[in-house]
Structures are given as structure tokens and as C-alpha cells.
């Protein structure tokens, strides 16, 4: 998290194989629309931002698995 910008990481959510042809990230928002209407009232851009700043804020603790 520290190497990456948040934009490209929201970019990375929305589209992945926009941005990196071939990777294994599977696409959840295609065409910006979410398949969980009950998060955040099934808005995709809520969703995508609410992902992204978890991964920003998340710590892991030091010789816990993470769960």
C-alpha cells in the first residue's frame, strides 16, 4: 500500500483487466455495477472506494496469520 497510488488502486477495483491484460483478478464491478445490492445500498463507486480505503488502512499484526 505504501508503493501504490489510491486512484490506480481504485482503477485497479473497477477494471483490472484494463489495466494489466491476462492478470487472475476477476472483474466484480463490471460495466460500474455491483452484484451485492444490500453494501452500501448497491452503490459500485461506494463499494469500490469503501475496498480501497480498507486496504490502506489494514495493519496486520506482527507473527498473527492473517485472517
Given at each position: 500500500k505504501e508503493r501504490l497510488k489510491p486512484r490506480w488502486v481504485k482503477e485497479w477495483l473497477t477494471a483490472p483487466q484494463k489495466l494489466q491484460e491476462g492478470t487472475m483478478m476477476p472483474t466484480f464491478f463490471a460495466a460500474g455495477?455491483?452484484?451485492i445490492g444490500e453494501v452500501l445500498g448497491g452503490?459500485?463507486?461506494k463499494q469500490i472506494e469503501a475496498i480501497r480505503d480498507y486496504l490502506y488502512v489494514h495493519e496486520t499484526v506482527p507473527g498473527k496469520a492473517s485472517e
Open positions: 455495477q455491483t452484484q452503490d459500485a463507486e
